[in-house]
């Protein structure tokens, strides 16, 4: 359940910054299949993995926290 809030929220910034799935895959180092199972839900991020998303999208770590995870 947790993992498919991470995946809602991570999908949606990606997608409001202009990043296709394989695009950003591809900027934060990861494999497609990767990014596709955080954002389905299928997977938990990793604190890393974070990082080098809030880093790539500008935005914070706690920004991206969905908001009943804060």
């Not at 180092?29 to 999208?57: W, Y």
Request: no cysteine; glycine share 8%; hydrophobic share 35%.
């Amino acid at each position: 359940m947790e993992a498919e809030k991470w995946g809602r929220r991570i999908r949606a910034f990606r997608k409001l910054k202009g990043y296709t799935q394989e695009g950003f895959a591809k900027e934060i180092g990861v494999s497609v299949s990767l990014l596709g199972e955080v954002e389905r839900g299928n997977r938990k991020p990793t604190d890393d993995f974070l990082v080098e998303v809030a880093e790539m999208l500008h935005v914070s770590i706690e920004e991206l926290r969905p908001p009943e995870l804060k």
